[in-house]
């Protein structure tokens, strides 16, 4: 009598590792990402994108404050770059390998609402998927520095989702 094979779980450290290397091969190929110095930190499926403190984001040297335009350029990106991970979620988790250069959404509008000024230190985002079909998805994000619970940005963005294969 042949004894049904139980397969084992993959170990931890695989998983994490396939992970992190999806995040970098989502975020390594963006050249604008590496301009504006963003990080992004994994937690499970949660990302919390980090944009370090740099003079040359200071738009008001009398204030000091962060130029909005650095600030709308960091909420987007963690919005693409979190609408593109849960999009590949599924694949990577089946471990499929990713392709070699994923298609981004394209933004068809982004409106930021600016708090607070933004002080010359690290700021963090968070984004939410809100809606996310096959065409078209709606995706809300909160940007903090010190204090998670006061923000001085936040944005909704409206993004055309990439074809998907298969």
């Given at each position: ?9 993959e ?6 590792q ?22 992004f ?12 403190f740099?003079?040359m984001?200071?738009?008001?040297p009398a ?19 979190e609408?593109?991970?849960?999009m ?26 600016y ?10 985002a ?8 096959r ?14 619970s ?10 055309l ?6």
């Amino acid at each position: 009598m042949n004894k049904p094979t139980i397969q084992k779980p993959e170990p931890v450290q695989v998983i994490k590792q396939r992970r992190d290397h999806a995040l970098e091969q989502l975020v390594g190929g963006v050249p604008y990402i590496q301009f504006l110095g963003i990080k992004f930190e994994r937690r499970g499926d949660e990302l919390t994108a980090i944009l370090p403190f740099q003079d040359m984001l200071i738009g008001n040297p009398a204030l000091p404050a962060l130029h909005g335009g650095a600030t709308a350029a960091f909420m987007e990106t963690a919005a693409i770059i979190e609408l593109s991970w849960a999009m590949l979620w599924d694949q990577m988790e089946a471990g499929d390998e990713l392709a070699a250069k994923p298609a981004f959404p394209k933004t068809i509008d982004f409106t930021v609402d600016y708090l607070r000024s933004g002080l010359p230190r690290d700021a963090y985002a968070r984004a939410r998927v809100n809606r996310s079909g096959r065409r078209y998805a709606s995706v809300h994000v909160e940007a903090w520095q010190d204090n998670r619970s006061r923000l001085f940005a936040q944005a909704t963005g409206h993004f055309l989702m990439p074809p998907r294969d298969g």
